[in-house]
């Protein structure tokens, strides 16, 4: 069974960073786009940012272009997501996602909350 765990949520002030990671196993991560998803209690879940199975492209929803960044290591079968200038409105619940055609896995989620 294919699995994905996220850490590195938590408690942050705005304008602050936090950065998390996804650790996959059981499946062939170097093959699949890696997703970070985010969901607010009563809303959709809204993807954040996409990168390619080799790295080599990525693209983010225009909220968090410019203050997030998704990385990977296939050879740590890990994504992350750093993400800075953080605001009340970042706040929700942080998926990570593998997708690969009709494969498509998600992990369990990692809160993060933006408060003074």
């Known amino acids: 069974q294919a699995q994905l765990v996220e850490s590195g949520g938590g408690l942050v002030q705005p304008g602050g960073s936090l950065r998390l990671s996804c650790v996959a196993s059981?499946?062939?991560?170097?093959?699949?786009?890696m997703n970070w998803y985010r969901q607010v209690p009563g809303k959709e879940r809204e993807l954040v940012a996409t990168i390619t199975s080799t790295g080599g492209s990525t693209n983010y929803a225009d909220s968090v272009k410019g203050r997030f960044t998704i990385s990977r290591d296939n050879a740590k079968y890990a994504v992350y997501l750093q993400m800075n200038s953080l605001k009340p409105e970042d706040t929700a619940v942080y998926y990570c996602?593998?997708?690969?055609?009709?494969?498509?896995?998600w992990g369990r989620g990692t809160l993060v909350t933006v408060s003074s």
């Open positions: 059981r499946f062939t991560f170097s093959l699949y786009v």
């Open positions: 996602n593998a997708l690969l055609n009709t494969l498509n896995y």
